[in-house]
């Protein structure tokens, strides 16, 4: 029988500080999270068990997600397994082919009998509740190849945040076998579509990355598009059509407090903030052109940074701030140029034969350019590298668009429209193209924006 | 406001293009009812000279454009030749011109692309003698298309720029 080490009083503290961050980007949504490890003794060498960019012999890592003990465990199991089925790069196996019931998540699960079925790990946990009446969940994730116990945790919350307790696990897990940053925990904001083609109604919406705990964040009145989140606050910037031009917006999703962003004489539109999320930059439409402006959301000084008869759009920072992405038609066709923060230089990087680009969008990780592009009629999502190299199409048809990455670099979401008197869904793939999911909508879904990862 | 008036002459117009379309073009359109959205002064009954049926009806009140382009055919300018005289008898009106753009592209794009539609259909109004202060464009981007289905016959007619008139005497 293993014991399970308490934190320590330092530990406590860490804990104390992940909480009120917790809280304060949850806006007291998430009424704390109190994190210990259950790891014996000195922690493991932290080696990574997959090297997710192996190449034609990839194989994703077979795990067995067992039901937690305690009431609600299979229903977090259930989110768990959701989510790593949806990962790529881990696969759960199916519970009907466990060699065994885990009646006692502290104990190891029988290594022999999980190797017959060739699972790779276990995960094991439960879920009660703590002396002060919080929920309280623990996991353990078992090596079957050792037998040995590699991670484990233990949360204490409120239980109404069991869904975000499920992501919380899964991101350690993933994080502990992939040697990736995890991607769970987090939110899209995204448009809600309903109402015909012709009058479609849309909604500025928020949702779990799985689809779950979706919020109306306006009424459908108003037409809105193409929302994205703030790096740093509960802020979302979007496009909508008020009084007079359409306008970008900023609305605090915790207050429903909602301003115009700048004074521009005529159409604002794309905006996204900068990875400091002190800035938003986006596109002034005057006369026949469109060009690139930067706002300081603090000081409110505004900043050209394309003065072009072009049309220059969908602009995005690299996440270190000291680059810009976007699209123009200053060549004649659409295509992506990368520039300097402040303006100027512009270089293209998209040459493919006959093919338009547009929306890019900088990865977190600064790898990649994810973008949608148009050739011989058919709308692909791909990724390049930020100088153009090793363009990648990781889905194709009719009709994609709009990537946005997740906040650990390694998935997007975008959406598909067939066209005709339909409407769009959210798809998510990995950024190897080795997967494709939905992410469940009730109604049509477009503009998915990948919020960063809460805890 | 704005938007509402804008969306509801959309649905009129609409209807109308649909008629065109199916080739059952209504010797006057008033009588099937499409008319009965406005709010204004414009019951059901002959398009009365002046009035807003009057432009759509007898000017027409839109432009197409080829794929991806803001070049006005000449189809397109001899329309904006009619509406240019027209607004000109008939002082009263504000207008907005609404450019649009088919589903076959991304949407920022296809909101400056937009843009740019409106504001050639109203520099060219402007140079036919509209002055500057009755005209204002927006974009709808690919936002508001008026047919519907997946092929050129639809894409086409939602690649337009569209005239539509504001209150008399506002």
Redesign the interface.
Known sequence: MRTITFPSPRDHLMSDSKLLLSRRQMGGLFTGLAASSLLPGAALAQSKYLDIRRGTNFQPIPIAVTNFAGEQGPALSGIITNNFARSVFLQPLEPRSFPEQVSNPDAPPRADAWRMINAQFVLTGRVGRAPDGRMQTQFRLWDVSTGQQVSGQQYVTDPNNARRVAHIVSDAVFSRITGEKGFFDSRVVFIDESG?????SKRLSIMDQDGANVRYLSGGD??V??PRFSPSSQDVAY?A?G????RVFILNIETGQREVVGNFPG?T??PRFSPDGQKVIM?L?Q??S?NLFTMDLRSRATTRLTDTAA?D??PSFAPDGSQVVF?S?RGGT?QIYVMGAGGGGAKRISYSEGARY??PVWSPKGDFIAF?R?KG?SFGIGVMKPDGSGERIITEGY?N??PTWAPNGLYVMFFR?????GGPKIFMADVFGRGEFPVPTQSYGS?PAWGPLLS | MTFMISARTLKIVAALSIGLAMGACSKNPNEDGSGSGFGSGLGAGAATPGSQQDFVVNVGDRIFFESDSTELTSTAQATLDKQARWLQQYGQYSITVEGHADERGTREYNFALGARRAEAAKSYLAARGIPASRLRTISYGKERPVAVCNDISCWSQNRRAVTVLGGANS
């Open positions: 015909p083609k012709e009058r479609r108003e037409l598009v193409t496009m059509f009084k007079g031009d359409p159409m539109f794309s596109s439409s006369g026949s469109s049309i759009t969908s699209e038609d659409q547009s929306t949608t148009q009629g009709h668009e709009g429209d067939p066209g005709g008197s503009d």
